[in-house]
Antibody, heavy 118, light 110 residues
Framework: QVQLVESGGGVVQPGGSLRLSCAAS????????LHWVRQAPGKGLEWVTY????????FYGDSVKGRFTISRDNSKNTLYLQMNSLRVEDTAIYYC???????????WGQGTLVTVSS | QSALTQPPSASGSPGQSVAISCTGT?????????VSWFQQHPGKAPKLIIY???ERPSGVPDRFSGSKSGNTASLTVSGLQAEDDADYYC??????????FGGGTKLTVL
């Protein structure tokens, strides 16, 4: 079955950096686009970024554009999110998700918590 | 991109039906068939329950149904059960390679 397991979350100071990983299994990784979606504590879902199956196209939400970078290693079945210039408002659970061929987040990982605080 | 508008709360008794709305604009909900709905229980990851406005993934009960009229999509839960008590979120493709979510609706089964 499809499994997505995020890691790399933690506490970081404002202005700092963090890299999240998402290890995938149970499907042919290089056939699917992937998303990162975040959820601030007690708040709703916010789409962060998307990467095409071959990594050739990447799209970002306005709130993270220029600060976050999505990437993937199809040889390792792993998705990444490099987060730089972190702000307090980036505090959230970050979920990775597999696309269903049309801007639908079909499967979700369990999430990893990122806390930006001094 | 602005979030889609959902009512903060909805409720119903077991066995009843409840509808949750998701209002966007002619640039997102009104423009594309890529409207999805997700169910999220406390402390858990969201789960896809409706995609492409009306389609149900395998394993999702047919008590859950979706529809769209103009710029507003709706999720209807029929025959409410205790386990339907959860948060529900809509999402829509918003053009220009953007995805937008609704603010979420807390459904309480009385």
């Amino acid at each position: 079955q499809v499994q997505l397991v995020e890691s790399g979350g933690g506490v970081v100071q404002p202005g700092g950096s963090l890299r999240l990983s998402c290890a995938a299994s149970g499907f042919t990784f290089n056939r699917y686009g992937l998303h990162w979606v975040r959820q601030a504590p007690g708040k709703g879902l916010e789409w962060v970024t998307y990467i095409q199956n071959d990594g050739s196209k990447k799209f970002y939400g306005d709130s993270v554009k220029g600060r976050f970078t999505i990437s993937r290693d199809n040889s390792k079945n792993t998705l990444y999110l490099q987060m730089n210039s972190l702000r307090v408002e980036d505090t959230a659970i970050y979920y990775c998700g597999r696309d269903k061929f049309g801007w639908v987040v079909e499967y979700w990982g369990q999430g990893t918590l990122v806390t930006v605080s001094s | 991109q602005s979030a889609l508008t959902q009512p903060p709360s909805a409720s119903g008794s077991p066995g009843q039906s409840v509808a949750i709305s998701c209002t966007g604009t002619s640039s997102d909900v009104g423009a594309y068939k890529y409207v999805s709905w997700f169910q999220q229980h406390p402390g858990k990851a969201p789960k896809l329950i409706i995609y492409e406005v009306t389609e149900r993934p395998s394993g999702v009960p047919d008590r859950f149904s979706g529809s769209k009229s103009g710029n507003t999509a709706s999720l209807t839960v029929s025959g409410l059960q205790a386990e339907d008590d959860a948060d529900y979120y809509c999402s829509s493709y918003a053009g220009n390679n953007n995805l937008v979510f609704g603010g979420g609706t807390k459904l309480t089964v009385l």
